[in-house]
């Protein structure tokens, strides 16, 4: 995947991206979700998915930068759930507590 940020011309306009210090700080202010830009072959899509299952939005595709700012802003003072241990899924659901 090519993360290159430059101005690219396409056949009605041209499609300036945003510094790569904007995908960054967008990153750092949202750090249980990892953001990247996609080249389609007529636009550039972002693209933000939630790294815990229990963290919503789980996953936001938007080819504004702004709008993707906008939709993970309600995550952005939630702390980010604990990681599971390294190669297991997460419960699908929380486990009770064993009755004495």
Known sequence: MDTAVSSEITEDHQELAPPPAELATLQAD???FRIWREQT???????????????NPSTVVTGDIGELR???EPARHVACPR???AGQAPPARPMQAAAS
């Open 83 to 85: 990681p599971h241990p």
């Open 30 to 32: 949202f750090s249980c």
């Open 70 to 72: 906008a939709a993970l």
């Open 41 to 55: 072959c007529d636009r550039a899509l972002y693209v933000a998915r939630s790294l815990h299952l229990e963290l």
